[in-house]
C-alpha cells in the first residue's frame, strides 16, 4: 500500500491509502492534514496504517510540530493511531467532543485530551476549525464534524463514503456514489434528526467536502449536503412504510 498527498484546499492536505480488498471494489482510509503553526490532523487511521500516515506527514512539515489530533468519532480507521501519534508528538493533543472525552477517550488516549464545546473554535494561525456536534451522524452517539472557516472546507468524517478508488477531488456528483456504498454497508443511523442534521451543515456553505472515504468535493456543498439530506430522508421514510 502506499499513502497518496493532494493538496484540496490552501494548506490542508488529503493522505489517502487504497485498500483493494474492502468491499466489492476496494476502500480509500483518508486523513486530513492542516499545515499552519498548530498543526491539525483529522483521522488518524488504524494503527497498522501508522507508518504509512507518518511518513506521509512528514513529506510535508516533521511530525514531532503536530499540534492536534481529531477525528469524528471514535473507531479504528478515525483514531486507531491516536496513541502513537501522541508518543511520535510531544507537543500534541486529542482534541473531541465533550461526549466522546466524556464516554471514550479519557480513558483510551495516553494524554488526557481536550474536551470541546458544540461550536467551539481552535486557532491554528491561519486557519480556525469550528467543532460541531453531530449526534449519529452518519453514526455514532459522540460524531462529530470540523467547519474549517478561512478556506469553507467541512471535515466531514463518514458523509459522503464511497466505494473504490475515485480521484482526490472532484466536483461531479457525489451523492450517488454514497447511496451505492450506503446500499453495501448501510453504516448510516437513519433518525428523524439525519436529515435536519445535515442540511444545518448546509448552512455553513462550504465549498470543499473533505470525505473520509472516497473523493473530496469542490464545488457547491451546500447543495450536494442537501440532496444528501434527501436522499436519507428518503431511505427513513421508505423504511418505516
Not at 466522546?100 to 467551539?120: E, K, T, W, Y
Request: hydrophobic share 45%.
Amino acid at each position: 500500500m502506499e499513502t497518496r498527498i493532494n493538496e484540496v484546499a490552501n494548506r490542508i492536505y488529503r493522505l489517502s491509502t487504497f485498500v483493494p480488498d474492502i468491499g466489492p471494489i476496494g476502500f480509500t482510509f483518508n486523513q486530513y492534514f492542516i499545515d499552519d503553526d498548530e498543526p491539525l490532523l483529522f483521522h488518524t487511521g488504524p494503527r497498522a496504517m501508522f507508518p504509512l500516515v507518518a511518513a506521509a506527514i512528514a513529506t510535508i512539515t516533521p511530525l514531532a510540530r503536530l499540534r492536534w489530533i481529531t477525528f469524528g468519532h471514535v473507531e479504528a480507521d478515525e483514531c486507531g493511531a491516536m496513541n502513537e501519534l501522541l508518543a511520535a508528538a510531544p507537543n500534541a493533543e486529542v482534541a473531541h467532543g465533550a461526549l466522546g472525552c466524556m464516554v471514550s477517550l479519557n480513558d483510551l488516549a495516553d494524554r488526557v485530551p481536550v474536551s470541546l464545546a458544540d461550536g467551539q473554535v481552535i486557532e491554528l494561525g491561519e486557519h480556525r476549525v469550528r467543532h460541531i456536534d453531530t449526534p449519529h451522524v452518519p453514526h455514532g452517539w459522540e460524531a462529530r464534524v470540523l467547519f474549517e472557516e478561512k478556506t469553507k472546507t467541512l471535515l466531514c468524517g463518514d458523509l459522503f463514503t464511497q466505494l473504490g478508488d475515485p480521484p482526490a477531488v472532484t466536483s461531479d456528483d457525489i451523492v450517488g456514489s454514497a447511496s451505492q456504498a450506503e446500499d453495501v454497508f448501510g453504516a448510516t443511523c437513519l433518525t428523524p434528526r439525519t436529515g435536519p442534521t445535515i442540511r444545518n451543515l448546509a448552512s455553513l456553505g462550504p465549498t470543499t467536502l473533505a470525505v473520509m472515504h472516497g473523493s473530496c468535493f469542490a464545488g457547491d456543498g451546500a447543495t450536494t449536503l442537501l440532496a444528501l439530506a434527501d436522499e436519507y430522508d428518503a431511505r427513513l421514510a421508505n423504511a418505516i412504510e
